[in-house]
């Protein structure tokens, strides 16, 4: 039982490019969700799905789309980098909604020049 | 939407000491609050919940409390260990813009720093 796997772990890219960051649990768990991290400003919410063929933005989902083909994975995908993602994303899962216990991925280091 | 506000951003305390980080919430439907403790470099990890339903949960060392009427909730930690220290982050429940579901919304975090 892995839990909540993201990959890759580090990623400079530069600006205009693409990339997919990749989520997986292992726990069947109905909700996933992507979270970004900012100094100074917590965790903030970019994309959640709460179940495979449903998805739903979050409060920053500009410059990202997810698809939930399948319970365990959830992608995250940015279409064309800017400087302003630079961030570490969080991939998280929880058995249903707000009230169950989320957990989360190991985080993924994004750099964009 | 939901508006979580948390303070103090940084807390430095004597070993042993008590530690108390306060959060305050907007949304009156809000019924889930969850604190999370996360390391440097390390993933956010759960260490205390509290629903709507309860005033008080205790966890050994830590305690949180919760009064709806004013929307704020605190986090305390008594006899605080240098392991303590790490950043804390509250979250309330928040319901998504479909309204289908509902999601936390953290707030900005707390550096706290146990002094040995």
């Known amino acids: 039982n892995a839990g909540v796997t993201q990959t890759p772990k580090f990623q400079v890219l530069k600006t205009g490019q693409s990339m997919t960051l990749q989520c997986a649990q292992d726990m069947n768990h109905e909700y996933m969700s992507w979270y970004r991290q900012d100094p100074g400003m917590g965790l903030r919410l970019i994309h959640y799905?709460?179940?495979?063929?449903?998805?739903d933005q979050g409060e920053v989902p500009n410059g990202y789309n997810v698809s939930r083909s399948t319970t365990e994975d959830f992608p995250l995908r940015l279409l064309s980098a800017a400087p302003s993602q630079t961030s570490v994303y969080f991939c998280?899962?929880?058995?249903?909604?707000?009230?169950?216990?989320?957990?989360f991925g190991e985080g993924s280091w994004l750099t964009v020049v | 939407g939901e508006n979580v506000e948390q303070h103090p951003s940084t807390l430095s305390v004597q070993e042993g000491d008590s530690a108390v980080i306060k959060c305050t919430y907007s949304d009156s439907a809000s019924n889930y609050f969850p604190w999370y403790k996360q390391e440097l470099g390390k993933r956010p990890q759960l260490i205390i919940d509290?629903?709507?339903?309860?005033g008080e949960k205790k966890d050994q060392r830590i305690a949180v409390t919760l009064n709806k009427t004013a929307k704020h909730f605190s986090l305390h930690i008594t006899e605080t260990q240098p392991e303590d220290s790490a950043v804390y982050f509250c979250?309330?429940?928040?319901?998504?813009?479909?309204?289908?579901?509902?999601?936390?919304?953290f707030g900005s975090g707390t550096q706290l720093t146990v002094l040995p």
């Open positions: 998280a899962s929880s058995s249903g909604g707000s009230g169950n216990t989320i957990y």
């Open positions: 979250a309330a429940s928040a319901r998504g813009s479909s309204g289908s579901a509902r999601q936390l919304t």
């Open positions: 799905s709460v179940g495979a063929g449903i998805t």
């Open positions: 509290i629903r709507s339903n309860v």
